[in-house]
Every structure is written in C-alpha cells, then in structure tokens.
C-alpha cells in the first residue's frame, strides 16, 4: 500500500509490531510458497475433527437441557441462544461438573467465567492482577512460551521475567531466586503462568512433586500460579498425576482451559476457574465474577450460540471432558508415537553430532536441539531443498536460549505423512544442520 498515511505505526500500540509476528508472518509465507512441502509448523487439531458437527442437533440438545434441568421454558430456552446472554457463561455447571468429574476441580459455577478461547481468559486474568500497565509488578512465564501469553503481557504492556524450563518443567529454583531478586529492587512476581502438563513449545510434563513444591513455593512467595491445561488431555487416562487446581488447597491457582483441542477452535469457547475471594467494600465475590465484570468490557458475552453447541458436545458425552476428548487424544498420542518412531528409524542409531531429540510423554510438540541455529534462514533451506517445515523455538522465546532449537508438531498431519515427513527432515538434518 502506498500514498499519503494518516497514522504512524509508532503512534499506535506497539504489540502489533512485535517481532515474534513478523516470524509468523514469514512462516506463513514460506509455507504458502513451498505448498508441497511437509510442514510440521502447524500446531492446529487435526481437520478430521473438524467433520460431521452437527451443531444444529448440539443446540437441540443443549435447550433440552436449559428447559429439563434449568427451569427455563423452552420459548426462554430457544431465546437464550440468540440474545445477550450472562457475562459470567451459560454452560458454568456442564463445565464444573465436567471439571469434577475428570479431574478432580471442585468448582461452583459462579467460581467459573467461561470466554472467548483461553486467550481472552488469560488476558482478563492478567488485566484483573496487573491493574497498572507498566506497574512494578512481573508476571513470570517459561522461556520458551506460548505466543498467546507473551502477547497478552505485551498488549497490556506488563513486564515479563523469562523463567528457564527443563523436561520436568519449570526451574523452580529460578523462579525462587528471581522472586528474591525482584524483592531486592523493591518489586514483586505477581503471577507465574506455568502449564504443567504438555506445555507448548516446550513438551514439559511436572511431576507430583514438583506440582506440589510449585504451589508451596506460590504459597510462601505469595504468588498466584495461571494455569493452562490445553494439552493436558494427551496424558494417558488416569496416570495419576492431578492439575496444579486439584492440588490447590489454598487458591492460588486460576485454571484456564479451552475447547480449542477437545471441542473444535472455530467454537472460540474456554474458560477460567477462579475461586479467589476477593473483598470488595463489605462484599465479597470470586475472582471470576470479578473477571465476568472485565467482560463487560470486553467481549460483553461469550457467543451463546457457540456455548450451546459445546454444552451439546459436552451433553452427548456424558458431560464429561474426558469423554469429549478421548478420540482426538488417542489420535495424538498415536500421531506422537508415529514422529518419534519415525525420528529414531530415520535419524536413530547415527545420530549427526550435536542434534538432540526431546521424547515427550504427551502433548503435540517435539523438541530437536542443533548444532547450528535454527533461524528463518535455515528454515528457507528447509523448505527449499528438502521440502519439509518446522517452526524455529526462537519465535517463542524472550531470549537466546532456544536459538538452536526447532519445534516439530505432529497434531495436524496424518502418520504416512509423518513418515515422508520426517525421512526428509533426516535428510535435511544430516545436510544442513552441520557445525
Ligand atoms: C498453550 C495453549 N493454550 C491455549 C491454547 C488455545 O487457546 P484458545 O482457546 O484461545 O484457542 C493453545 C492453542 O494453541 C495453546 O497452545
């Protein structure tokens, strides 16, 4: 676009021109140039999951519900599908039941907002802790991290301390010392935002103990832990090892969880649970009413329409998560073991000098640690040369820690693919990735 502007970019927030976007945005376009190529980029569900949605039959189901269990008349009933509907969520109960039921969460609904994907709850929980853009409070994260919470934290322009993260997740220890450190200058970690099961990019899973000495650690510290299990439905069922929330004895958890993965993305239906109590005046609510409130302000509502249709899905599956989810986690974890299979047959025995692969137990992400660095440049000749995709690490990363790491996803592609994929990555790696 050219001609006369009538604004200037470092008028406007700074966020949009992050350059984490303008990795993305190059990942993008290699992909869209190189069509034939095999991209393990994608971290997105598999398409299959995205066929034979019957959301008219859902809805159906989730009015018969409102009108049996609710006491709504089914005139109301159909009405609330198409009006404005509560800040804090219409599906609150079939959500804390589920969490009950699956995973240990004893939850009211009203201790429960259900939002726009995960992404609007993290952004209204980080909006609630840190009133003050720019505040002397740090919001400690992993490094690397999600994009989704560094974006947050940047469009609210909330300072960030990148905590390191080894395959049993966060380093605890660093954590400890940078709520010192922040002590000493007078400031304080407000917040850590952790994803103890399958975190993204990483792959980290924690153990019982560490969950237990994360949230000891919270407790001394006086910190409040974010959350997010968007992976933690690949852990094999009942493997024994329970969300930070079901360990939390003394709220300092806000759970966050989404549809995105065991429901379908485009539905944009997620949730927080936040049992904190907070004072206001002589009243006290949780702190999930209070985020409803920032809703308000924000998305007003969560979609009606697209909470039926997930109170449906929920419905048809015994209202249960774990029900809901169960196929699409068997076909990750069978697309899982497929690229690790595929990464020892190919690159195994003889492994090049300086390349590592990470084995995760669960979740869609694979680590691989090179020699050399993983940047966009190497990605072109990924792409070019061999025909296959990867994500570099450094786009997740606030620092030069994952410069020599790639991240492979495997949710997206089906196993020959995988298989292709991979023998071309051998390729590539053997070639390319050679110090
Ligand atoms: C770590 C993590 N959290 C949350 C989400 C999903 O967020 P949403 O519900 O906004 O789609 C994703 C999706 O990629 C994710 O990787």
Redesign the pocket.
């Known amino acids: 676009m050219t001609g006369t502007p009538d604004l200037l970019a470092e008028d406007l927030h700074g966020a949009a021109r992050d350059p984490a976007l303008g990795a993305i945005g190059f990942l993008n376009e290699v992909m869209s140039r190189y069509p034939e190529a095999i991209s393990f980029a994608p971290?997105?569900p598999h398409p299959e999951f995205m066929r034979d949605i019957d959301t008219r039959a859902l809805t159906d189901r989730f009015v018969d519900h409102l009108v049996a269990e609710r006491g709504f008349t089914p005139d109301a009933a159909q009405r609330a599908l198409y009006e404005y509907g509560p800040a804090q969520g219409l599906i609150n109960d079939l959500v804390a039941e589920a969490l009950g039921t699956d995973q240990g969460i004893r939850a009211d609904p009203r201790e429960i907002v259900i939002t726009?994907?995960?992404?609007?709850a993290?952004l209204l929980a980080l909006r609630s802790l840190y009133p003050r853009s720019g505040g002397d409070d740090l919001f400690a994260i992993a490094d690397p991290c999600?994009a989704?919470?560094t974006g947050a934290a940047r469009l609210l322009d909330i300072p960030v301390v990148p905590l390191r993260e080894g395959e049993s997740g966060l380093d605890l220890d660093h954590l400890a010392a940078r709520c010192r450190e922040a002590r000493e200058q007078g400031r304080r970690i407000r917040a850590c935002y952790v994803?103890p099961d399958f975190?993204?990019p990483g792959g980290a899973r924690m153990p019982l103990a560490a969950r237990h000495a994360l949230l000891d650690l919270a407790e001394r510290e006086d910190l409040l832990l974010v959350e997010?299990n968007?992976?933690g439905f690949t852990a094999p069922e009942d493997d024994g090892l329970p969300c930070l929330k079901a360990l939390d004895r003394h709220r300092r958890v806000v759970h966050?969880g989404?549809?995105?993965?065991v429901g379908f993305?485009g539905a944009?239906?997620?949730y927080a649970v936040a049992d904190q109590r907070v004072q206001n005046g002589a009243e006290q609510r949780t702190l999930a009413e209070e985020l409803a409130v920032l809703k308000t302000m924000t998305t007003v509502n969560t979609p009606p329409l697209a909470q039926a249709v997930i109170g449906g899905l929920l419905l048809e599956h015994g209202r249960s998560l774990t029900a809901l989810g169960r196929p699409k986690a068997q076909r990750y974890r069978r697309n899982l073991d497929h690229l690790l299979e595929a990464l020892d047959k190919h690159l195994g025995d003889d492994l090049p000098p300086g390349i590592t692969v990470q084995r995760p137990a669960g979740g869609f992400f694979v680590r691989i640690d090179l020699p050399v660095p993983a940047d966009l440049a190497l990605l072109e000749v990924s792409a070019a040369e061999h025909g296959v995709l990867w994500t570099p690490m450094s786009q997740f990363s606030l620092t030069d820690r994952c410069d020599r790491q790639l991240r492979l996803s495997c949710s997206y592609l089906d196993p020959d693919q995988i298989e292709q994929g991979v023998k071309r990555l051998a390729a590539f790696l053997r070639e390319e990735a050679v110090a």
């Open positions: 971290g997105a726009v994907g995960a992404q609007e993290l999600y989704g919470i994803a975190s993204n997010d968007a992976y966050v989404t549809f995105a993965k993305p944009r239906v997620g």
